[in-house]
């Protein structure tokens, strides 16, 4: 993950290191394919964790 964060612009990782960072840098942030997929993650997670994250 911080792989991939650290390829964005520069101008980028300094705003968000700032603390300011716009709505459309959030979005670039956050945005694009996750490290493993959703499911096999979620599956990786420890049965107490997800009851914590339900609750």
Known sequence: M????YRL???LIE???AGRPSLADKVRILAG???VPVRRALAALPESAL???RA
């Open 2 to 5: 911080l792989e991939r964060f």
């Open 51 to 53: 009851e914590r994250a």
């Open 9 to 11: 612009p520069q101008p």
């Open 15 to 17: 705003r968000f290191y």
């Open 33 to 35: 394919k996750p490290p």
